[in-house]
């Protein structure tokens, strides 16, 4: 329904079970009009995927191979360009359908509004439901230039919906003050700068609980990642980013879903951020459940 | 009310008249987010303007100088991104209020369906209206994926709007069978692969006309404007462009308007299609009126 | 056997039949180990395909759609990277079995090469052969620094196997002395620098011949197919190539197979040589049968 | 006198105040003409400019927005090109002048040889006045291949001027054995490889002092600053590069004036440096006075 | 002198002679301080000689081989950075000494006022000397921005040496009114627009006399040269550039130097400017003399 | 009788001595086509040299200069392209001849393979020889998709050839399970992740002994070497890589030659990559001896 039939699209390396085989779910949602300075995310998760073929299929981090795991990649959605409120819509009723059939979702961005449709679905379909967010911004615009639908608001929406108590963020060093002032005073946790530290000193606090976990590639410094939507010097090395995801992964909580976003290629002609972005998935399907 | 009031950027050269001293009035449109490709558009229009530093503000082709005419450069319009719908109309009310002041409007784009709504204000200010349309693509579906707002449809708008036979397409070599179907039948003008040529014959039949123009970067060849959303092999030169504005330039007819859309810096590490951009625009500001 | 079963790449817009159904068979030959200067065409066929999606189904030149035809892709084949006695060897194996199986090849290369062992297949296939050869470079050598496996004597060994008689090129602006003596002695055709012209005046000599067809990218000047292993300035534009392809498609030839070489990402961040490559094969699959 | 009066170039982030209302004042310096190596750094400080849309207006590492604080942005310096003595003369009458009307200046090269005249106003207008230099290069030369006014040289005019001992060099890791020797038995501050560490220590010496402090952006490794004329490996983070910054912030050093330097876009393609440079000077602005 | 004696830099293709052994003496000069927007065509001399290994060294157009003539590559001259006029000394000084030793010069830019020293030195070394000027630029300024030595004046320097009548002009589409005021009264010959068709007219008022050509590589349209400091939209293609110097070699005048300038790497990724350069030096190496 | 005797290309700084006078001889290997992945290395040495003329001559690390030691650069071999086992046979020839001589080899790859031969090389000329080996993969497969000579297996070739135990490998992120077990299982040495503090640890087990130092730049982050074959993000910094050198120039191991491979240029438009590489040379030439 919501993907092209035919599609005939590059898969993610060994991503080759089909829906019904598969444990993992692995889709890319191409929106990024609501973004406010570079677009071109859209082609992020293709490239993801083109660049997953320079990557053993082996992590020696995790001592797992993907052939351990069953993994379909059911290609890009086909949202309509330019319509944020229906591509906002298609995804949650998709994500609705992959928790019902008890898939794992993975989802590729895109823009960070599309996993606010996703959290959404996952709020529905667990209880006592929590939030990783790994990011550069905070997210927590309660508008953009009049747009609910921006996006600079899904982690916003998140609190609103699950309660600001049940959403974690570290790694942010840019945002507007109240955003800040929201963060101090709501009850939401946000640790600022820093992502592997806090994370495991906080990630006890989850233990047993079931975590839904996004990521902003935008985390990373622009060394590690320049094809990005809004780059943001001072932050993150890739190896503190795998740090984060083997610490989750080898930690008690129970991951039921998980996103990467803004992978932006336009602005990389050395596809390092392809490059990375396609082995932090890696990890997370050979180390989130 | 459309623009940041305090808006400092960058402006096209010599374009340092207020709105009321101006017969001019240069705005960006940065809007591109219906396009089913490559997005990115939206910095065309400040791109642009950085490129026409490198140009002599006089032309020899046309033995004009840009001290000899007025010319205010707005600025971009604050656009909602993502929201198509609310854009298009933001752009049609500025268009209006352009016509009502006795401006000529030179819009930069942004996605070809910027074009639509200038169109519409156009018609509604001038009697006798006609197009000049100079593209790669027909721009004449009715619908993309289900949007009618889409970069795909502009100028079968037109064609509705205005009457098919005012619609005069030229350079056109890509579109669905059923756009070239609506071109043969409709009883507009469409002259496939070529625009020189072929415009120095039809410019006869619009004399003493009202007419708007609207150029499609695409029409080159992207050897000559790498730098857009869907480039298209084939395509006419530089020269020949220039050829085809100093035709219209040195007809009878009246020029009551006119846009260049479709550069995206992104695709352009040498930015030649910008180069060449201003290059245009200057040609347009001379010779049109 | 050549292609990696569980094949998941990105296919050529719409071709997505079968072996079995198609009559068209598109494949990859990422080989690019003989040449003597830049490297990096085996991502040649990737790119094409991807930048097909930026393509209409419909051709207006020919007033032909995709759906018209069958095709399959079989995506790229897995060549022993560094082994050229090898992978030529593969390649000519799997040629024999398209023949054989009633199959028009469309080759995507790669370096030039590749087009030896194809013609030698067409050769045993069929009667009466003659190559059309379109191309800056003569590749009229015997051997490149020692070695007769050369992206620089594909076309001298098409000469010996058929007879210099039977070959026809087209566009040739480079080469050493002894190849220009060669093609002036041999018997063989050569236009130098120019391609539509003499190609209408010596189509009408292969009337109802069997003719292979193969292109190299880099007979378009630099402007327009940057992205190409030797590119050589003074080159025709893609509008010339267009022409020249029309040209075939609308002759009494018997065109039983073709391919288009030497498309070189890494040297062409804004892809428009594999824009331009993926209309000139929409083109070469709607007008060759 | 120095700039152009009609200037319209995009201004800094909410840089929008008259010479006469602002605190600070910022100018572009765009000099590049003694460079050894890569030249181009005269569009680093548009590039900064434009690179500034994409920020943040508050910064969560000082708590400060930058509506607390009044900037004009003076645009660029029209220097004669090629006319090194010229140009400085030039750069140092403007910078008496800012010191005179009691502004702060903030300079963004350029070269760095910019620096030289500003600190020599600065010296005619401070007592007691020392240098925070943060650089990946001693730039202690006497001279460069016989000229006296060389990007090489800044430092070395610095130490003759205030004498050596009030100079504090800081990231070091280039430079001539000549230049090392100098910075040895001079009686300056030089700490080699490392900036917020060293600084952390040293800081305390200048308390209470009127400080000018220039940066080198290549004190950065080039993974986080590839656009930039003499990249060295083995440079610092641009964390380490912030912790420098807000350790001067949060110092009692009286900070008179600043630039920052050799910020070069065509190297840079995804305009990482650019960006970083754009926050630095955020920092700076907010953190300074 | 004003080489490196120890030189070890990339030489032309096949110019391994001594100076004392060659008739040409092939020579960068590094200079680019004076342009008034982008720098960077001192790498441009580098460039073109690697670029050069991709040629073949024989050229079909004029059935010449690089081993029947004797050059000389001397290597990129050691101008002092910043300092324009005494670049320009040195430079005038080295052609006076290339001009009294019998060598025919091959210069390389560098931007290109460089051209007019060499100019200088040609006028006093040979009696009834005419210039070819090939350029889109008219470069007839007298001064620019108060410098008299800019990249905008060589052409009107020429023409107060040598008297206008003796200059001829070609492809000119960019300059102030000014200059066309001047190439339309002074008498000096100007084409405008197009190169081949008005040179193959004029060539022969030229006929026996001494002449010395001078390229700047901004005559093509971006499309076939993107890597120069003042692009130009509307040019010429690389194929007419060949045409023209293909006139000037079968003609009957008598070249006794010439240069090429202009080239600037860094805005083109995919090289084409130099590899376009380096055949048209080829070219006036085998057509020249 | 391997080299260009006529060779006139750019020489890494100050290697001006002849093959006799030299300790050092510095050459390339412009081997890339047993790569899996982007070929293009070929490029990696000449890159490396030309980017050698932004380095200072005088190193503040060791204190050294390069006039203090002899370099000969003799060029890049001339391989035969597409013939892997030629290729090899071809360097360990003359890497035989280097040992015999006495000479310090310093080889500029090109791929990895190319190490094989010269290993073999040193093995035969030296008594009691350990391999460092810095590198994200492991290359201790047995062979890649059927053939042996493969750039996946010089590590294991020289773990068969100077058995297991001789062999320290540092830095490894990536390869199969396989060869993570050969390491586990084998007797070599393998530290993952990190290369200056095991470095540090194991550097005295090696004490006295004849050590071959072997160096893929690809242990690098991406962010500091963007410009390689087969990136792998969460890797080490120029930092770390610089101390791992001073580590083993400070040591008492008797290194007797080194290479640094895998510098590809075309993916890499800052040139950071060969930046950061010429400067490793330079310490390894000043530090290793």
Not at 140 to 163: D, F, N
Not at 198 to 218: C, F, Q, S, W
Not at 221 to 229: K, N
Request: hydrophobic share 40%; aromatic share 10%; glycine share 8%.
């Amino acid at each position: 329904m919501f993907f092209d039939e035919g599609y005939s699209g590059r898969k993610y390396i060994m991503a080759d079970k089909t829906y019904e085989e598969a444990e993992f779910v692995m889709y890319g949602m191409p929106m990024d009009y609501t973004v406010s300075f570079r677009p071109g995310s859209r082609f992020g998760p293709n490239r993801i995927r083109e660049a997953s073929i320079g990557l053993e299929e082996y992590s020696v981090y995790l001592n797992r191979h993907l052939e351990e795991i069953q993994v379909h990649d059911a290609g890009d959605m086909l949202l309509p360009f330019g319509n944020a409120a229906k591509s906002i819509a298609m995804i949650e009723t998709y994500a609705e359908q992959l928790f019902k059939d008890g898939k794992f979702p993975v989802g590729l961005g895109g823009e960070h509004l599309v996993s606010w449709p996703v959290i959404k679905a996952a709020n529905a379909a667990f209880d006592n439901l929590a939030i990783i967010h790994i990011d550069a911004h905070a997210d927590l615009r309660e508008e953009y230039e009049g747009e609910v639908l921006s996006h600079s608001t899904p982690i916003r929406k998140a609190c609103e919906l699950l309660g600001p108590e049940n959403v974690y963020s570290f790694g942010i060093r840019s945002g507007m003050r109240e955003e800040f002032e929201y963060a101090a005073t709501s009850g939401m946790h946000m640790s600022k700068f820093e992502v592997a530290a806090p994370l495991k000193e906080k990630i006890e606090e989850l233990h047993g609980r079931n975590v839904y976990v996004t990521i902003d590639i935008d985390v990373l410094d622009p060394a590690f990642a320049p094809g990005t939507g809004t780059p943001e010097a001072g932050g993150i090395s890739s190896k503190e980013l795998l740090e984060a995801i083997h610490t989750i992964a080898g930690s008690s909580v129970n991951v039921i879903g998980c996103d990467l976003v803004e992978v932006l290629p336009a602005y990389d002609p050395s596809e390092q951020t392809a490059v990375a972005a396609s082995k932090f998935i890696r990890e997370m399907l050979l180390g989130f459940k």
